[in-house]
């Protein structure tokens, strides 16, 4: 079965800066696109950014010109950079892996979440 594994979350101080990154291991034939999803107390988990196999790349409005995901493709591994931190980015972050299915549809699969945290 797939499994996802993350690394990187922590605490940071407003303006600084923190990578996250996800490995995705198991059998894994049709990866169709990787990101990261956040979710903080009292709502519900949204969009932070995907980038397709094919380099594609799309962004939360909030998360324009801070962060930057980037991915190995080969590897199924995705990197979410995030610079300027806001006490607003205050989150659970997932990592998601959907996967082409033989029904023409996807299978997603998350990771474990890892906690960000921007307080002084």
């Known amino acids: 079965q797939v499994q996802l594994v993350e690394s990187g979350g922590g605490l940071v101080q407003p303006g600084g800066s923190l990578r996250l990154s996800c490995a995705a291991s198991?059998?894994?034939?049709?990866?169709?696109?990787m990101g990261w999803y956040r979710q903080s107390p009292g709502k519900q988990r949204e969009l932070v950014a995907t980038i397709t196999s094919g380099g594609l790349t799309n962004y939360a409005d909030s998360t324009k010109g801070r962060f930057t995901i980037s991915r190995d493709n080969a590897r199924n591994t995705v990197f979410l950079q995030m610079n300027s931190l806001k006490p607003e980015d205050t989150a659970v972050y997932y990592c998601?892996?959907?996967?082409?299915?033989?029904?023409?549809?996807?299978?997603?699969?998350w990771g474990q979440g890892t906690q960000v945290t921007v307080s002084s």
């Open positions: 198991g059998s894994i034939f049709r990866a169709r696109a």
């Open positions: 998601n892996l959907r996967v082409l299915t033989n029904k023409g549809t996807w299978d997603d699969y």
